[in-house]
């Protein structure tokens, strides 16, 4: 492209003639001489009095200023653009937790072992290996109450769906209900394990799943608080359980490093599924709405069943990984690494495109389950984190520690 088509007539004229000022102002005198001929110049004469002179020069220093005061712009820009929280998603669903933790929750003496939302209240259940469980309002941070009864550490806590009913379970080797809607009166005492009890889950409105160090998993039933069937076949402490929403499949994790998948009415072990390399935290079902994702990650079809409850399970695992498994085939689909160490617990986000694993590394990582890469890191607390929730209510997420803290995460 010629510089007919770029400039003006008088631009052009005016660069030329800059051109032949700087020609004869640095001595070059024959390509001056040639230059004025071309352009058709050759009655121009350099005269320090012309605008003309040192002109090009001058613009070109301008050129310099101009770009370091753009780069100068640049670096400002990027760093505000750090610092601004970023495009907030387009729905509330979408939401993720931000730093700094919103409240700190401080009551506990000794370690946080599980952090859990009542589903219909602005309520959270914290429990601890100083042997209590503590009440907080999730909206206010306020402490509202002391839950006693065990006389070891309590692993955790779980409500049923209309959050009537609260149970815990403990090192002390039982597992207690309590009346949340009388004032959260204990009103069963659940024996029959023989070590420690280390995760409770409700299995519909009238029975509970419960796993314990003893390497079984008991079904009870709450009305009698009568063990109705006992699952065998993990051969070290089962550490997790999880149900799906219609009761109708059980997964466990355990010490020795599997994954399972059970019939709670039959007691049938349906898959052992096995690639961790070290103890096994923590095991979830994945929810429906995340079905898309998982299936874009693995690179799976989508079936006639697309939708059927328990088609995938995520484990978080002390070898610093977290799991996605197919509980169809019962194969190792992806394998989440960026934790640098033990990772202890994960939730799913409501939207279904992410999960939020904790970690003894002190992290929160969130995970875009489409392309299994940590889309963001945030420092969580000071010591090990040992658990997280995701209220159902209001946008918040819970984290507790080894420090003995609850941090309250404000999502937008």
Known sequence: ?????????????????????????????????????????????????????????????????????????????????????????STTTEWLPRPPARTKLTQHRYPITRVRFHPQ????????????????????????????????????????????TM????????????????????????????????????????????????????????TTGYCVKTLSGHSEWVRSVDVTSDSRLLCTASNDQSVRLWDPATGECKADMRGHSNVVETARFAPPNAYTSLRRLAGLPTPQDATAL???????????????????????????????????????????KTIISVSDDKTMRVWDLATGRCSKTIEASQHFTTCIDFSTVSPLVATGSVDTEVSLWACR
């Open 167 to 222: 149970v815990t379970c403990s090192a002390d080797l039982t597992l207690r209900v309590w009346d949340v809607t009388a004032d959260y009166k204990c009103v069963r005492t659940l024996h029959g394990h023989d070590h420690c009890v280390s995760a409770v889950c409700f299995l519909g409105a009238d029975r509970l799943a419960s796993a314990s160090r003893d390497r079984t998993v008991k079904i009870w039933d709450l």
């Open 1 to 89: 492209m010629s510089f007919e088509q770029i400039l003006p007539d008088r631009q052009l004229k005016e660069l030329q003639k800059s051109v032949l000022d700087f020609m004869h102002t640095q001595g070059y005198t024959e390509s001056a001489l040639v230059f004025a001929r071309e352009s058709g110049n050759e009655g121009f004469v350099a005269d320090p009095n012309d605008r003309h002179h040192n002109l090009l020069a001058k613009k070109w220093t301008s050129v310099i200023r101009l770009q370091k005061k753009i780069m100068e712009l640049e670096s400002k820009l990027s760093k505000l653009q750090e610092e601004q929280p970023a495009r907030r998603p």
């Open 310 to 352: 328990g088609l995938f399970v995520i484990s978080c695992s002390r070898d610093k990984t977290l799991c996605l498994w197919d509980t169809t085939t019962g194969q190792l689909l992806h394998t989440f690494i960026g934790h640098d160490d033990w990772v202890r617990d994960f939730v799913f986000h409501p939207s279904g």
């Open 121 to 164: 209240y602005t309520v959270l259940a914290t429990a601890s290996e100083d042997m209590t469980v503590k009440l907080w309002d999730s909206e206010s941070g306020d402490f509202e109450r002391t839950i006693k009864g065990h006389t070891k550490a309590v692993q955790d806590v779980a409500f049923d769906a209309k959050g009537s």
